[in-house]
């Protein structure tokens, strides 16, 4: 079996692929002094729980942030006897290499996304990912990343209002009954809303008028189905692309490295 684990700023997420289906998913707060010892307590203690008899052969790591990437590493060779695949590292092929600016290194999420979204849907696409930062990738007809754009996530967006004006509450992100507030509360949240509703469908227009071509949006991420609701240009929903994308570079890899 194989765990996908996937290192947000934020969240981690370990899931476990059977080579089918994901047998289930666990989520905990990224952290970089996590030992691979804590990694494993927490991990073997809530895969019991769940009555989950998990075999584990082989593991791929996704992190956008590289401190913790090493307990990872150790925790994967310690309990399971193996080397990770790391995505971005020269030993983890792509399916289709990235077309950037030469020097330029590419998220590791952001490479995932692409590989998963075209495996699931082709090429010529637009994939929106709301987690800590909203990012726009490009994923050109034949499958490779070809850039893209990063605007701030909609909580850090929260944050940063509460941080910068002391007056302002902190308040939860959904969908205001009407545009105009009437309340303090109201106002914030129409703001945060349907200010990116406007981001995110302005910043799509603009890609398929430069792009020239037919493009497909994808939306992913704990916030795409919320968005989805004030009119956003979103063809599809994909709540598991990251952990998709995890298992086709995975087997992609199976299928080059030497015999």
Same mark, same amino acid.
């Given at each position: 079996?194989?765990?996908?684990?996937d290192?947000? =700023? #934020?969240?981690?997420? *370990?899931?476990?692929?059977? @080579?089918?289906?994901?047998?289930?998913?666990?989520? /905990?707060? %990224?952290?970089?002094?996590r030992?691979?010892?804590?990694?494993?307590?927490?991990?073997?203690?809530?895969?019991?729980?769940?009555?989950?008899?998990?075999?584990?052969?082989?593991?791929?790591?996704?992190?956008?942030?590289?401190?913790?990437?090493?307990?990872?590493?150790?925790?994967?060779?310690?309990?399971?006897?193996?080397?990770?695949?790391?995505?971005?590292?020269?030993?983890?092929?792509?399916?289709?290499?990235?077309?950037?600016?030469?020097?330029?290194?590419?998220?590791?999420?952001?490479?995932? =996304? #692409?590989?998963?979204? *075209?495996?699931?849907?082709? @090429?010529?696409?637009?994939?929106?990912?709301?987690? /800590?930062? %909203?990012?726009?990738?490009?994923?050109?007809?034949?499958?490779?990343?070809v850039g893209?754009?990063?605007?701030?996530?909609?909580?850090?967006?929260?944050?940063?209002?509460?941080?910068?004006?002391?007056?302002?509450?902190?308040?939860?992100?959904t969908?205001?009954?009407?545009?105009?507030?009437?309340?303090?509360?109201?106002?914030?949240?129409?703001?945060?809303?349907?200010?990116?509703?406007?981001?995110?469908?302005?910043?799509?227009?603009?890609?398929?008028?430069?792009?020239?071509?037919?493009?497909?949006?994808?939306?992913?991420?704990?916030?795409?189905?919320?968005?989805?609701?004030?009119?956003?240009?979103?063809?599809?929903?994909?709540?598991?692309?990251?952990?998709?994308?995890?298992?086709?570079?995975?087997?992609?890899?199976?299928?080059?490295?030497?015999?």
């Open positions: 079996m194989l765990l996908a684990i290192c947000g =700023n #934020t969240n981690t997420v *370990f899931s476990i692929w059977d @080579g089918k289906t994901f047998l289930c998913t666990l989520r /905990t707060s %990224t952290h970089h002094a030992t691979a010892d804590a990694y494993f307590t927490w991990f073997s203690t809530l895969i019991k729980h769940y009555g989950i008899d998990a075999n584990i052969t082989d593991v791929i790591i996704s992190s956008t942030v590289p401190r913790v990437v090493f307990n990872l590493r150790v925790f994967a060779d310690r309990f399971f006897g193996c080397r990770p695949m790391v995505v971005g590292r020269p030993d983890c092929a792509l399916p289709v290499a990235p077309r950037v600016d030469a020097g330029t290194q590419v998220g590791p999420d952001r490479l995932v =996304n #692409t590989a998963g979204a *075209f495996d699931l849907f082709g @090429g010529n696409l637009i994939v929106v990912d709301f987690g /800590t930062a %909203t990012t726009f990738d490009v994923v050109a007809e034949d499958g490779a990343y893209g754009v990063i605007a701030p996530g909609v909580n850090l967006s929260l944050e940063a209002l509460h941080m910068a004006a002391a007056a302002l509450p902190h308040v939860d992100v969908k205001p009954q009407k545009v105009i507030g009437t309340n303090t509360v109201a106002c914030m949240q129409s703001g945060v809303f349907w200010g990116y509703v406007g981001l995110v469908n302005g910043i799509c227009q603009k890609i398929r008028t430069e792009y020239e071509t037919p493009m497909k949006i994808i939306g992913t991420g704990g916030l795409a189905p919320l968005f989805a609701q004030g009119d956003l240009l979103f063809d599809v929903i994909e709540d598991d692309l990251t952990m998709h994308g995890l298992t086709v570079i995975h087997a992609h890899n199976q299928k080059v490295l030497p015999l």
